[in-house]
């Protein structure tokens, strides 16, 4: 069973900085896009940031120069590192990636269960 788990998210004071780790398992061919999303309360999911097989990135402007995201292919693994953290930044963070579990050319979405990250002022 194919799954993305993620881990790091907690509470942090404005100005602190948390690391967030997504890791996924299952029969993995391959791993194409990874990226994290977060939804703060009554408002709709965006992206925060992206990172291709090939590790290029993008941002979403409101996080540029404070959130880095990296991967280990190895371990099949995303990680966001976020510094500076502003009470703007409060929301559910969710992983995300396109998976590809076979020699077939279908790639399928996956999303993991989200993590709580609360920043307070």
């Known amino acids: 069973q194919v799954q993305l788990v993620e881990s790091g998210g907690g509470l942090v004071q404005t100005g602190g900085s948390l690391r967030l780790s997504c890791a996924a398992s299952?029969?993995?061919?391959?791993?194409?896009?990874m990226g994290w999303y977060r939804q703060a309360p009554g408002k709709q999911r965006e992206l925060v940031a992206s990172i291709t097989s090939g590790k290029s990135t993008n941002y979403a402007d409101s996080v540029k120069g404070r959130f880095t995201i990296s991967r280990d292919n190895a371990k099949n693994t995303v990680y966001l590192q976020m510094n500076s953290l502003k009470p703007e930044d409060t929301a559910v963070y969710y992983c995300?990636?396109?998976?590809?579990?076979?020699?077939?050319?279908?790639?399928?979405?996956?999303w993991g269960q989200g993590t709580q990250v609360t920043v307070s002022s």
């Open positions: 995300n990636a396109d998976l590809k579990l076979s020699l077939l050319p279908i790639v399928r979405n996956y």
């Open positions: 299952g029969s993995i061919l391959s791993i194409n896009t």
